[in-house]
């Protein structure tokens, strides 16, 4: 918990991007009937009968410090696709970044092995090579932003049905445009020594307390 705190301490280094990933998943609903009800001062009804159409997993990118975040669609959340993500996160979205200081949980394909896995050793060494990875603690995933950022696409575009993944990729990038367009980001205030205060039952007892 204190390396994530410290790390959010540190002053913005464009060289050393900050970085904050996570991912969660929405099931595609598609309408049985149509809304009814339409009219000039009554909202749609809708029925509460839907149809299961699939379910796609978004994979959070946040930068903090740059105000710009990233909603990647998958149809699956393996190891596969996590090191497509990183990837992506290396040579499309921080190409000039020297390390990128990524803070993401300790979810079991959340690992350099997944480069390994998916990509020839070269490739993976390379990606891998640019990445410094921060884990969140057991039961601590309240400390990822990117847990905040998720948090903030469902209730402002995923709070509704959405009846296939080529509405849920469009929908999600506009979230994306308009968010980072207009500069919105986390002002992260909670620190060590507050949580050395607050969280004192999380701490070891020891010799010196008694």
């Known amino acids: ?13 464009p060289a050393h991007p900050l ?3 996570d991912e969660s998943q929405k099931e595609q609903r598609r309408e049985v009937r149509g809304p009814q009800g339409l009219a000039p001062g009554r909202a749609a009804r809708y029925d509460h009968e839907y149809e299961h159409n699939g379910r796609s997993n978004l994979f959070m990118m946040f930068a903090p410090h740059a105000n710009w975040r990233h909603v990647k669609v998958t149809d699956a959340r393996t190891g596969a696709d996590f090191a497509e993500c990183l990837r992506d996160l290396v040579d499309d979205h921080f190409p000039q970044a020297e390390t ?5 949980d300790n979810l079991n394909t959340h690992s350099k092995a997944s480069l390994y896995a998916h990509f ?5 060494h390379r990606i891998a090579s640019k990445l410094e990875f921060h884990y969140t603690p057991k039961h601590g995933s309240w400390l990822d932003m990117a847990e905040i950022e998720l948090s903030v696409l469902g209730r402002q575009c995923l709070n509704r049905r959405i009846a296939d993944r080529e509405t849920l990729e469009a929908e999600a990038r506009a979230w994306e445009e308009r968010r980072n367009a207009a500069g ?16 004192e039952r999380l701490y070891p007892c020891t010799e010196h307390d008694n």
Do not use: H, N, S
């Not at 020839?120 to 993976?124: N, Q, R, S, T, V």
């Not at 919105?184 to 969280?199: G, N, P, V």
């Open 1 to 13: 918990m204190e390396e994530i705190l410290d790390l959010y301490a540190l002053p913005p280094d």
């Open 19 to 21: 970085v904050c990933g």
């Open 100 to 104: 990128i200081r990524l803070v993401v």
């Open 120 to 124: 020839p050793p070269a490739e993976a």
């Open 184 to 199: 919105a980001t986390i002002r992260w205030q909670f620190t060590t020594a507050e949580a050395r205060i607050k969280l």
